[in-house]
């Protein structure tokens, strides 16, 4: 009921969301969206004028991705069956939908949880603890260059996030970490080790984050599984309908086809 707000939030979304794709792997798809959050303000050009008495100290240089992905990334299932990874959540509307579904299968997945996310909708984080799935934790706010920030900010970033999340599950495992947009840096790595938390990236992205319809999600989620995949898609970040829709088909599919297992 706020027209003019709409427009702004719904950008919003899109912007926080598109970190999920994989920049690379499949530029045709990713480039339009995703290309523009993983150029943040060049500064090729200090300003001239000089201020040499007193300055503010500069904000540390965002240190850069490597082109290609640090070692050490768990990018498959460890087992024969495929693992259903989903990002960006909780949400109140699409998260208890994805849960009906994997109970209904009788399988469980991992939740690569939000910490803004997870300190809004406590309730939510209990449930996916209690019905079983694990938890990873994708930072307080989706940053998708925080693997290029200082160590001491990655490491303050992921406190929080496990903070958020073990104030509604005091005692459930925080295995993993993913990383927004899988812009990882051996950085992050190192400060997601010293935590304890083992970095998840995935094998399969249909890109469900940029809204294809479901037949779309189905059918390139389909063409790039086999056993050990990790498939990554998304139950929050914007309106998942179509992710919901193609899952009611793939949850029981892949289960048929290599089985669904947890992460290993
Ligand atoms: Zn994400």
Redesign the pocket.
């Known amino acids: 009921m706020r027209p003019r707000a709409v427009p702004a939030f719904a950008l919003g979304l899109v912007l926080l969301?598109t970190?999920?794709g994989e920049p690379g792997k499949t530029p045709s798809q990713a480039g339009a969206p995703s290309s523009a959050p993983a150029a943040p303000t060049p500064s090729p050009t200090p300003s001239p004028r000089p201020s040499p008495s007193r300055t503010t100290p500069p904000k540390p240089k965002l240190r850069p991705v490597p082109k290609t992905l640090p070692a050490g990334l768990h990018r498959s299932s460890g087992s024969r069956g495929v693992a259903l990874t989903f990002?960006?959540g909780p949400d109140p509307r699409f998260t208890p939908q994805i849960l009906d579904q994997l109970r209904a299968a009788h399988v469980t997945a991992t939740f690569?949880l939000v910490g803004k996310q997870a300190k809004r909708y406590p309730q939510l984080v209990a449930r996916i603890a209690r019905e079983g799935h694990q938890l990873c934790n994708?930072s307080w706010r989706?940053d998708i260059n925080l693997g290029r920030r200082p160590a001491a900010e990655i490491r303050a970033d992921l406190v929080r996030t496990n903070e958020a999340i073990r104030a509604a599950v005091p005692r459930a495992p925080i295995t993993w970490f993913r990383q927004?947009?899988g812009r990882w840096t051996a950085e992050e790595l190192t400060v997601a080790r010293q935590l304890g938390l083992r970095p998840l990236h995935w094998s399969v992205d249909p890109q469900d984050w940029n809204h294809p319809p479901a037949k779309t999600i189905i059918k390139r989620v389909t063409a790039a599984t086999h056993h050990g995949s990790i498939v990554l898609m998304?139950d929050a970040?914007g309106d998942r309908t179509q992710t919901m829709a193609a899952c009611r088909h793939l949850i029981p599919d892949l289960k048929r086809r290599y089985g669904i297992s947890r992460l290993r």
Do not use: Y
């Open positions: 969301v970190g999920c990002d960006d690569c994708h989706h927004p947009g998304h970040g």
